[in-house]
């Protein structure tokens, strides 16, 4: 099975600096990752994802994270964050094994002060 | 709004006792999965369901059980109550496990136990 790793549990930042939020996963075998945003007492919402193709993906609300391969990481930013991206964000990785199942991360909470 | 429905929105109950939750997927999805978040242990993959029949397994205890009906809701029960099933339950769709795609998310059903 997977594993992700999300290094930080918490990121402080000032608003309009720049924000990384840090992925890996454990396997070197073709996977297909994600990032998903979840608001306060919201579900989960898609930010961005990758499956194939070029390394930087673009997501909603102005995100992108680069795929790594050799490094396993999956690292999301944002150059200039807003007080509305304060929320929980969650990686989450599918290796096509038993269906489409996904493997996510404990989570980074974002805190944006102003 | 995602498109998957979730009812209801909060249960509070007493140890020992049993719940049914219940899910909806967007409109086309054939598969559903159902995810604990909990503080300590993240969001858990618990079952995933694809047309009717299950294709996955989670962390699921064997306390909990899930069924998918033939118009694609779903229901997740969970019996024998402890106090550590407190927490948020989630239940995603997608279209078809054969394939990599987005899992999209219901808002949630807050479960407390008292």
């Known amino acids: 099975a997977q594993s992700v790793t999300q290094l930080d549990s918490q990121v402080p930042v000032f608003e309009e600096a720049p924000v990384e939020l840090r992925c890996n996963y454990s396997s070197s075998v073709s996977v297909y990752l994600f990032w998903y945003v979840q608001y306060p007492n919201q579900g989960l919402q898609l930010l961005l994802k990758y499956l194939s193709g070029s390394t930087l993906v673009k997501g909603i609300n102005g995100f992108e994270a680069e795929f790594n391969k050799s490094q396993t990481s999956f690292h999301l930013r944002k150059p200039s964050v807003h007080i509305s991206d304060t929320a929980e964000y969650f990686c989450a990785v599918s290796d096509f094994g038993a269906g489409n199942q996904f493997y996510f991360g404990t989570g980074t909470s974002l805190t944006v002060i102003p | 709004d995602s498109g998957v429905t979730q009812t209801p929105k909060h249960l509070i109950t007493a140890t020992g006792q049993r719940v049914t939750l219940r899910c909806s997927p967007r409109s086309g999805d054939l598969s559903v999965y159902w995810y604990q978040q909990s503080l300590d242990q993240g969001l858990q993959f618990l079952i995933q369901y694809y047309n009717g029949e299950e294709r996955a397994k989670g962390n699921i205890l064997e306390r909990f059980s899930a069924q998918q009906f033939p118009d694609l809701h779903s229901e997740l029960n969970l019996s024998s109550l402890e106090l550590g099933d407190s927490a948020l339950y989630f239940c995603?769709?997608?279209?078809?496990?054969?394939?990599?795609?987005?899992?999209?998310f219901g808002p949630g059903t807050r479960l407390t136990v008292l």
């Open positions: 995603a769709s997608s279209v078809d496990p054969g394939q990599i795609n987005e899992q999209f």
